[in-house]
């Protein structure tokens, strides 16, 4: 079952960021930000118009998301892929779970429980929906960068060749042991599968087919 959840994680993602990263190009989710949408198109976070303004800020992080589907489709660099963009997936979530001021809106008057439980529903979907199956693909992986936590290190000479390396990294991760942590890791990971996959199936009901 690991192999088929990871598999599945790889999957949901990859298509996720390939389709996010290639829309920026051909627009084919006319309501989300692309290279030929109109000057009024409304902009869901200040941020993403100030990436877009500067020219090349938002082009680059399309390119990377397009990489990075690649790297999850195909099974190449996935560990390399995921630390690298990390921060991507931060961001991502972070613009959709600062909701204190809707919150706060709702706790005065000024908006209704509608209104807050879209903003709820705007942070589960719109930002879990990255983070959580990446944070969860990363401890699938967690024995390549097990290396990286060593508390005492020396340095290895890069022209040395392979013999010169003093650390071994495990060539397949392994679901984590014991009773109640499996049963977690499980959980979760299920959760962050289909939390993407209903993603998917809201965008695929966006894509303009032409």
Known sequence: MFGKMVFAA???????????GLNWF???LPMLPHIGMPEDLPMKHVVVSEMIKTGWMFQTAKLIEIVFGLSMLTNRAVPLMLAATLPVAFITFMLDALILDDIWRWMTGVDT???LLIAIEDMV???????????WLMICYFSYYRPAFAWKTEPTNPCAGAAASIVTVERAARAPAGGILRTAFYIVGGFAIL???????????MIAWR
């Open 125 to 135: 979907v719109g930002g879990l929906m990255v983070l959580l199956p990446h944070l």
């Open 113 to 115: 429980t509608g209104q």
């Open 26 to 28: 051909f627009g084919f």
């Open 10 to 20: 790889r999957m949901v993602l990859g298509i996720f960021y390939l389709l996010s």
């Open 195 to 205: 939390l993407q996959a209903y993603n998917l199936y809201l965008i695929s009901g």
